[in-house]
């Protein structure tokens, strides 16, 4: 049909306008099989460059011509001083300037956004995949801490007793000093159990000996946790000296 003008509009004074509204009604694109439609299916549509798309559904901005956009735009500029009061229903143009418009909402519009939601799923982020980025970027973060100050943090799986990790030779001669302690201790406590009793007595002269009266006593079992933790000490020295 091409340039169709709405003749016979009038402005609010009554007066016919200056400039008649037109419009160029062959911007449109196919959507029927016996014209050469263009492509409706997301198949057929994602191929399309971007400026394949723009061109073959009409899709130019407001400052370029041969698209929908500048084309309603100018018709509605156009019709803006006129009378809205005025009928227009009978005036010449205006049936086929219905059936142009009427075409593009129900055919043009529902095909354009066909286009736009098939482009959109194309191109959008797979939350998803981004969530589990996010997890193990967050996962190598807090084993990147541990490996920095590995006492700092332990797992479910690591002891809770406080010794330094990696394990040190100072923390081993520790535990074994520990050790041996106890297992003196557990074996007065054997012995103890069995009737088996020891007196050990410290004389009062001397520097040792004053030192080691000046501790507390403990009732029986002072001299087997002294004897321990002395053992425990002595050999922990030998261990560190001699390896």
Known sequence: MGLITLNGVNAVAGTPLANQPRINTDISFSTTA?????????????????????TTYKLQDASTAGGFLKNLTDFKAALE???????????SGYSDINTYLSDIETRQIPVIALVESCRKERYQIDQGALDAQKE???ESKTRLERIRNPERATSYYEGWFPIFRPLQEQTLLALFGVAMALLVLSLYIFLKLSDV????????????????????????????LMGGVLVGVVGATLIYRYL
């Open 81 to 91: 001083p006129a009378d809205q009061n005025q009928q227009i229903g009978s005036l």
């Open 34 to 54: 016996d014209q050469s439609p263009v492509a409706q299916e997301c198949t057929t549509i994602l191929p399309l460059t971007q400026d394949a798309v723009t």
């Open 136 to 138: 193990a970027t967050e």
């Open 197 to 224: 009793e020891f007196n050990v007595s410290i004389a009062s002269g001397g520097a040792v000996g004053g030192f080691l009266g000046s501790l507390p006593s403990f009732g029986d079992i002072g001299p087997y």
